[in-house]
């Protein structure tokens, strides 16, 4: 391969497997709570004085809306609150954890990274998303035990048609 495209085809590289991560930790039917931190879209004016925090508050703002939304969607109780807060910290952490591990990968210069590099990467991001499945499902199942029968199925309809097209809904 010509030294000029060496460079490209390793960011090319890290950025699939960024790109891979995120989409394993995007919408999925059982645990939309993950896409806390996939897919974040601005909803205020970026800052020119500090981008990265500008960045950090957007997807931390993010979680926030999608926390608050699955808070309505699901029809928490106020009796429901002390499992719900469980379940949106952990969906905090998750967004956390995952915007650390990002983070820090961004800091590998592409050009440096080889195949295997390119391969812990995608691991490290798929074990993140596994780990952060297990600490939202633990914190779900407290809540979900707690629901009507009513909410449970509300709650099993909120999750089947997560990420689908609302066309495609009811």
Known sequence: MPASIRPLV?????????????????????????????QTAPTTQPSTANPA???????????????????????????QEKKWNDVAQAMRDNA??????????????????????????YQKFAQQHVDGLKNLTSSFKSLYGSMSDQQKK?????????????????
């Open 96 to 121: 956390a954890n995952m915007q650390k591990l990002v983070a820090e990968k961004k800091k590998q210069a592409p050009q440096e990274m080889t195949a295997i590099d390119d391969l812990e990467t």
């Open 10 to 38: 390793l960011t090319l590289s890290l950025s699939r497997s960024v790109a891979v991560a995120a989409l394993l930790s995007a919408p999925l039917a059982a645990a939309p709570f993950l896409a806390a931190h996939a």
């Open 53 to 79: 925090a500008t960045a950090a508050d957007e997807r931390a703002e993010t979680v926030e809306q999608r926390i608050t939304k699955l808070h309505q969607e699901l029809k928490v109780t106020p009796d």
């Open 154 to 170: 509300n709650a099993d309809q909120v999750f089947a048609n997560f990420g689908r097209p609302a066309a495609n809904k009811g």
